[in-house]
């Protein structure tokens, strides 16, 4: 158990420090694939970067 709980608890660092550096969300594109919604136009896109939500630069 311990072994799986350092594991986990690397992973979950990981990951919150990719979405806080780079403002990029894993789970996002599983969504999407998933539940099969549209992809952003670049207008939208451009108005969640200002917003500071999503920006892939």
Known sequence: ???T???LG??????VGLVSTIHF???LPIHRAIFWFPSKTGEEE????EKGILCHR
């Not at 690397?10 to 990951?15: E, G, N, T, Y």
């Not at 451009?46 to 970067?49: D, G, Q």
């Open 1 to 3: 158990m311990m072994l």
């Open 5 to 7: 709980g350092f594991t």
């Open 10 to 15: 690397i992973r979950l660092v990981l990951v």
């Open 25 to 27: 969300c894993i789970q």
């Open 46 to 49: 451009a108005l969640m970067c």
